[in-house]
Nanobody, 115 residues
Framework: QVQLVESGGGLVQTGGSLRLSCETS????????MGWYRQTPGNQREWVAT???????NYADSVKDRFTNWQDNAENKMYLQMNSLEPEDTGVYYC?????????WGQGTQVTVSS
């Protein structure tokens, strides 16, 4: 079992920044494909960013050049720095990881960007 706990969401104005964190209950290097997903109002959950094996980072086109994803192995945490936020980024942000071939999700953290 793996518990993932997100934090850092909140209310911010357009153009503002937030930093989300995801803390893992296991050594983060034992969890594969740590990533962020979001569910925006009226839409299905969508992929945002992934750290591959603690190194390479991939981003959805909608957030590329605005969001930065990384993991801190010493803290067993993954972070998502979100800059130049837009109202379209409003939603619940989830972290996800795969451990022993099972996917685990956090409970989500709400991000609201006001116009």
């Amino acid at each position: 079992q793996v518990q993932l706990v997100e934090s850092g969401g909140g209310l911010v104005q357009t153009g503002g920044s937030l930093r989300l964190s995801c803390e893992t209950s296991r050594v983060i290097t034992s969890i594969y494909g740590m990533g962020w997903y979001r569910q925006t109002p009226g839409n299905q959950r969508e992929w945002v960013a992934t750290v591959v094996n603690g190194g390479a980072r991939n981003y959805a086109d909608s957030v590329k050049d605005r969001f930065t994803n990384w993991q801190d192995n010493a803290e067993n945490k993954m972070y998502l720095q979100m800059n130049s936020l837009e109202p379209e980024d409003t939603g619940v942000y989830y972290c996800k990881g795969t451990y022993k071939s099972r996917d685990f999700w956090g409970q989500g953290t709400q991000v609201t960007v006001s116009s």
